[in-house]
């Protein structure tokens, strides 16, 4: 077995004890991402800038580990406002086509820093 930890200046560094994103022979685990910032360690403003801003720091995750988001198996979303759920699909198409990964949408109660989403992903590089 390979295991290789990612890490990217190009998404926001891990807030807690966990890395961005572990490769484990050809699966890389994406560790869930809020819409922070890079450069500044803010959150974006709104629920559409920060769904953005999810997908761009996964995008920016995969391509650390040598991959792109169409290499994505699972993606799972976590949502503060299931009404969101058509707008993030809006959004979701503009990283993703077919055939579209498997994707779970949660909806919880709050998330860290207030964030309005978070998703995790999966890629399969082999």
């Given at each position: 077995m390979s295991r290789k930890i990612i890490s990217t200046i190009n998404?926001?560094?891990?807030?807690?004890?966990?890395?961005?994103?572990?490769?484990?022979?050809?699966?890389?685990?994406?560790?869930?991402?809020?819409?922070?910032?890079?450069?500044?360690?803010?959150?974006?403003?709104?629920?559409?800038?920060?769904?953005?801003?999810?997908?761009?720091?996964?995008?920016?995750?995969a391509e650390a580990a040598n991959g792109t988001l169409a290499q994505v198996?699972?993606?799972?979303?976590y949502l503060t406002d299931l009404s969101q759920f058509d707008k993030i699909n809006e959004i979701m198409a503009r990283y993703f086509t077919e055939p579209y990964p498997a994707r779970a949408a949660v909806g919880v109660k709050e998330l860290p820093r207030g964030a309005l989403i978070e998703a995790d992903a999966i890629l399969f590089l082999g």
């Open positions: 998404a926001p560094a891990a807030i807690g004890v966990y890395s961005q994103a572990v490769r484990v022979n050809d699966t890389v685990y994406c560790s869930g991402q809020i819409g922070l910032v890079p450069e500044s360690g803010l959150l974006a403003e709104g629920f559409e800038a920060q769904a953005v801003r999810v997908f761009e720091n996964l995008k920016a995750v198996v699972r993606v799972t979303l």
